[in-house]
């Protein structure tokens, strides 16, 4: 994966990461074989790859907990590096 990190820093993709926010990432990234400006397939294709291995997706209260504490880990990521 290609991020253009002007545009979008490795905190500003961590915290996407956390959210699932897999739109926000697909703006600006390009992964080998998803032909450019194919936003929604790219969507897919990280959605699919962040997916639990050898589990099944969370549905119910579970996946509702796994939200909360992804937005609440997404919230409390460093804005910035500062020394």
């Known amino acids: 994966m ?3 990190k ?7 993709f961590m915290a996407a990461l956390w959210r699932k ?7 600006y990234a390009h992964v080998h074989d998803v032909p450019d400006g194919s936003a929604d ?4 294709v990280l959605a699919e790859r962040a997916r639990p ?7 119910g209260l579970l996946a ?4 909360i504490v992804s937005r609440a ?6 804005k910035s590096f500062a020394v």
């Open 21 to 27: 926010d897999y739109a926000e990432i697909a703006r």
């Open 64 to 67: 509702d907990i796994d939200a």
């Open 73 to 78: 880990m997404a919230a409390a990521l460093p």
């Open 6 to 12: 002007e545009k979008f820093g490795p905190l500003a």
């Open 41 to 44: 397939t790219l969507k897919r």
């Open 2 to 4: 290609i991020i253009e």
């Open 53 to 59: 291995i050898g589990a099944p997706e969370r549905t």
